[in-house]
């Protein structure tokens, strides 16, 4: 590719009418497409595997799923909700406010539902784009959003295949099974298992989690908006905001300074509120012992819940923390040579990480293809671009801010830099733009020193680490990630004709 010199005005043209592909309609793609006719581009295309918009909360809708991201703060900058009803609103409003924002804006317009895109290659000028269906199409640019918590990790538990009874992952519940009365095992103990077992735990007959690892669990409490509160936000525009930046400022300022510096005062605030929620909540030594994990608070993601401890210690609940040895039709066999006897097993087992757009088969510059750029594991810089793959840009890819954030204000932070990336497309200062593999590589090295300094790396097994054991997540605070996406810096890039 020819370089050009950015800042030479003598090459401008005529603004480009850019078409635009986005991959997945979730929560990032109904962003895009607002956005992106926002900033005057139209010719947009989103396409979605399944049939319905919502990505992870059209997926996940097992029993208690709820964000626990405060719903004020998880909301579209510019689209507000004054009728949440909690603190933290359960999954399926979560999924109607999705809806009616995208219906606002006419989003379905440009969705095409039912097209797993399969194929990706740049042709040197454009992206070139297959579907499973073999649907053909291009584009200029590609925005993949296509979700990080997206493909179920499945345990390599042996004997998982026999297990006469019910088996299903908490990211694909059967909402038309019926618990009550079963007896349940749930593998897992993290964000997923921890909303389950209070909400089902009165239903079912027994219920019987099989922890490998315990969680600490951060208490809060998850109070109703009343009518007047509601009335209040919806008359007001003005107090949502301040709420809104209130609930923003508090995790970017409180949160995020805690957990990418280990030693923080903050983060011994979190510690001990873990603790304390332990020790208050649970009566019984034993029991509590069993739950008392041997890592710090926040080394895993931190698990938010108002009430899990109180499921776990209904009478019908038990804590195993016998390893598993295997599972058998009859339920789920632990070391200590006892048989779990089980109607319903629930994977509460999380998500294979490191696949963001993959298994898209995205070939780049040159042939290169993403699982050759990505063989050691998945990168790019500031999460959004990664060299040899020109006008191609993720939102929550790899390297980002994903612990306890509003992945919706990360996807909105992202966005803003990606469009003033567009602009150098549109008014003609580039043809295509592409972040160079030198600044790739100073990036991750400078990441990866200070990803050495967060709580994940204090010692524990979670998905945040890498297959080094390097945390994977941003490890900076959070407004040193809006400092740091404010402008592309052009040196950074590749813009060629
Ligand atoms: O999954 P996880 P999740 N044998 O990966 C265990 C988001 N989320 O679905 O800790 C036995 O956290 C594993 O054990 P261990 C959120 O970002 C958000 O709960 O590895 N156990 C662990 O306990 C969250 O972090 C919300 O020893 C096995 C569990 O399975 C992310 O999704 C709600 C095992 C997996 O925990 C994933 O959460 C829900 C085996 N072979 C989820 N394999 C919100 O509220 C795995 N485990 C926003």
């Not at 400022?249 to 409180?254: A, R, V, Y």
């Not at 400078?446 to 994940?456: C, K, L």
């Amino acid at each position: 590719m020819e370089a050009v010199d950015p800042l030479d005005i003598s090459i401008l043209r005529d603004l480009r009418d850019l078409r635009v592909i986005v991959i997945g309609a979730g929560m990032a793609g109904i962003l895009s497409v607002i956005r992106l006719r926002e900033i005057g581009l139209s010719d947009v295309t989103v396409y979605e595997k399944a049939d319905r918009l919502g990505g992870t909360w059209r997926e996940n809708r097992y029993p208690g799923v709820a964000c626990d991201v405060p719903s004020h703060l998880y909301s579209y900058s510019f689209a507000p909700n004054p009728e949440w009803t909690h603190r933290f609103s359960p999954g399926p409003e979560i999924q109607q406010y999705l809806e009616a924002v995208a219906a606002e804006h006419d989003v379905e317009r440009d969705v095409v539902y039912g097209e797993e895109v399969t194929d990706l290659r740049w042709d040197g000028a454009r992206w070139q784009l297959r579907t499973a269906s073999g649907l053909t199409d291009e584009a200029d640019v590609v925005i993949a959003a296509t979700g990080v918590l997206h493909h179920p990790s499945y345990p390599a538990i042996d004997g998982l295949g026999d297990f006469a009874g019910v088996t299903m992952h908490t990211a694909r519940w059967d909402e038309g099974l019926s618990l009550a009365g079963l007896r349940v095992g749930i593998i897992g103990t993290g964000s997923s298992a921890v909303q389950t077992v209070p909400t089902i735990v009165d239903e079912v007959a027994s219920l019987s989690l099989f922890q490998r690892t315990a969680q600490w669990v951060m208490p809060a409490d998850n109070p109703a908006y009343t009518e007047d509160e509601k009335a209040a936000f919806r008359n007001d525009p003005g107090l949502l905001r301040s709420l809104h930046d209130e609930i923003s400022e508090l995790f970017s300022n409180g949160f995020s300074n805690a957990v990418v510096d280990a030693d923080s005062e903050g983060m011994k605030l979190i510690e001990a509120a873990c603790l304390a929620n332990l020790v208050d909540s649970v009566a019984d030594p034993d029991l509590r012992d069993r739950l008392r994990p041997d890592y710090r608070a926040g080394c895993k993601r931190l698990v938010i819940s108002p009430n899990f401890y109180e499921g776990i210690q209904r009478p019908n609940a038990e804590l195993v923390t016998e390893a598993i040895e295997g599972i058998e039709p009859g339920g789920v066999r632990t070391a200590d040579g006892r048989l779990h006897g089980l109607d319903v097993l629930v994977l509460a087992t999380g998500f294979r990480v490191d696949r963001f757009l993959r298994p898209i088969d995205v070939t780049g510059v040159d042939g290169l293809s993403l699982d050759e750029a990505w063989s050691q594991r998945p990168s790019a810089y500031l999460s959004i671009s990664t060299p040899g793959f020109p006008n191609l840009f993720m939102l929550n890819g790899p390297n980002g801010p994903v612990g306890n954030f509003s992945l919706i204000e990360v996807a909105e932070v992202q966005f803003g830099y990606i469009a003033q990336l567009l602009d150098l497309l549109r008014d003609g200062r580039a043809g295509s733009v592409c972040v160079t593999s030198a600044a790739t590589a100073e990036f991750e090295d400078e990441r990866t020193i200070q990803a050495g300094n967060t709580v994940w790396a204090t010692g524990c097994n979670s998905w945040y680490l890498d297959d080094r054991g390097v945390p994977m997540a941003w490890p900076w605070n959070f407004q040193e990630y809006r400092n740091r996406l404010a402008a592309p810096d052009l040196e950074h890039y590749l813009l060629a004709d």
